[in-house]
């Protein structure tokens, strides 16, 4: 498992989740680096938490064919964890409203 330079958690078989709900800092919205790096890192730790599920409802996948998921793992919802420590911030999608 990884996380992209984009926010996506890449799954061992090759799939995308990209965490719906929320937005992670990135250095095209000119964050600095170190928060970059912080953001990502503390996603993929807290992927490798446990087992991650995730539940999506339609349209599942967006433009660049990443399951746009709300994340789980054994012992926690990823986007509330990247929200609480100030990792994320609420975006939804146009489609979602």
């Known amino acids: 498992m990884r996380v992209e330079q984009n926010g996506a ?46 539940a999506a409802v339609p349209p599942k996948q967006d433009r660049y064919d990443r399951v746009r998921v709300q994340g789980f793992t054994d012992t926690m919802w990823l986007q509330q964890a990247l929200l609480e420590q100030g990792l994320a911030l609420m975006a939804i999608a146009p489609d979602r409203e």
């Open 9 to 54: 958690l890449i799954l061992s078989d090759g799939r995308a989740l990209l965490l719906e709900g929320i937005r992670l800092p990135l250095a095209a919205d000119k964050a600095s680096r170190s928060f970059v790096d912080q953001a990502l890192v503390t996603l993929l730790a807290l992927a490798r938490d446990g087992l991650v599920t995730g």
